[in-house]
């Protein structure tokens, strides 16, 4: 896990492989070994290998919610809200979960919807400042243009420029 900290994604998928070849149950380095496919650019090999990693160990909420985002990366916004929700269900205290689940509610024009997953994870985070913008964008998507400058300013009181 170190490479793939690191940004050393080929070392990270030949040990991530490696493992996968001594036990191929290993929930844990084919969930990893699908973030780094997807991460090199390998969408499809992505989605194969954590479904195969959830097969395993469904109650897997970070391979949920990656999968959520190899997903919404190939716009297929459905099944990432979906899986957002899986994960949900399994840690609803995931502030960034939330926060993802409403930029694809958000992308799918469901907006009162991802308000109320960007206000979840300011309740569990209030310092987000991402969730703040995003709120800011549902805001103005619904025109309450008040409330978007709020979180806005909310979101730059957090990380200024």
């Not at 716009?75 to 899986?83: C, H, V």
């Not at 799918?108 to 800011?136: C, M, Q, W």
């Amino acid at each position: 896990m170190q490479h793939h900290a690191a940004g050393r994604l080929p070392e990270a998928e030949r040990i991530y492989r490696r493992i996968v070849q001594v036990d191929p149950g290993q929930p844990v380095a084919l969930h990893l070994l699908g973030v780094v496919a997807h991460q090199m650019g390998n969408s499809e090999n992505s989605i194969e290998l954590i479904l195969k990693a959830l097969a395993i160990k469904p109650d897997y909420a970070d391979a949920h919610s990656n999968l959520a985002i190899v997903f919404k990366d190939k716009g297929r916004l459905n099944e990432a809200a979906a899986s957002h929700r899986a994960a949900l269900a399994i840690t609803p205290d995931a502030a960034d979960v939330h926060n993802n689940l409403g930029a694809v509610l958000h992308d799918l024009g469901k907006l009162d919807e991802a308000v109320a997953s960007f206000r979840a994870a300011l309740a569990i985070t209030p310092d987000y400042a991402a969730a703040h913008n995003n709120l800011g964008n549902a805001f103005r998507g619904l025109g309450r243009m008040d409330e978007a400058a709020a979180r806005y300013r909310a979101a730059l009181a957090i990380t200024p420029g």
